[in-house]
């Protein structure tokens, strides 16, 4: 096996913090619409990290390269993926407690990734990060293996997996609303529904053709039992 680059991790991660800041997170994930940072304040994570965690993306939610060359980005599919639905600003994101151990992190996947190369005789690209070197089948039997029961760090790549699940399925890093004015390319993909003239959803079409339940006579015109 031939590689070289940046080093994949500087030092140990200190798990007992890592897995606080992810309890932390999950908390924020249902606070409401994150806010993402400047382009050029994501770029101190480094153009390395930002490689292997856009790879991880696209691991979990494929898509189609951005640019010829895109190698972080397989093209596996042809559509928007998590990284085009923005899984990088929400992973990114201020609100969350995980920013300051994203190359922690990014550097753990490629260490895996490394170890996976080495024990399928695989040859990596030595000027990209090792697990964006990675053919994309192995990319997905690896990932695959990242949430087996038995793997010590599965509570990281869960709450890394529903960021990414979150900027694509839901536009995490902005509202409704504006992810959908802007053509936000996953709720696109999934075909959400604008909403009403007003702003507002309605779904007269219920999912059983009927509703549920009568609606209570004491129900206050905000929903609320009185």
């Known amino acids: 096996m031939l590689w070289a680059g940046e080093p994949v991790s500087p030092a140990p991660l200190d798990r007992r913090g890592l897995f606080k800041a992810l309890a932390a ?7 409401g619409p994150l806010t993402p940072l400047p382009a050029e304040a994501t770029s101190a994570l480094g153009n390395w990290n930002t490689q292997t965690l856009e790879a991880f993306a696209d691991t979990l939610i494929p898509g189609q390269r951005r640019y010829t060359g895109d190698l972080p980005i397989a093209g596996a599919v042809t559509g928007p993926g998590a990284v085009q639905a923005g899984a990088i600003q929400v992973l990114t994101s201020p609100q969350l407690p995980l920013a300051p151990w994203l190359a922690g992190i990014a550097g753990l996947l490629d260490a895996r990734a490394l170890a996976w190369a ?4 695989l040859l990596l690209p030595p000027t990209w990060p090792a697990f964006v070197g990675l053919p994309f089948s192995h990319r997905t039997a690896l990932v695959t293996g990242l949430f087996d029961p038995d793997d010590p760090d599965r509570p990281i790549w869960q709450v890394m997996a529903l960021l990414v699940g979150l900027a694509f399925d839901a536009a995490g890093h902005q509202t409704t609303t504006t992810a959908l004015a802007n053509g936000h390319p996953g709720l696109a993909w999934i075909g959400f529904p604008a909403p009403d003239a007003d ?7 219920h999912s059983y053709n009927r509703p549920l339940a009568d609606l209570h006579p004491r129900t206050t015109a905000s929903g609320s039992p009185e």
Do not use: E, I, S
């Open 25 to 31: 997170t999950a908390v924020f994930m249902a606070a």
């Open 199 to 205: 702003g507002l959803w309605r779904f007269p079409q």
């Open 118 to 121: 080495a024990t399928h005789l």
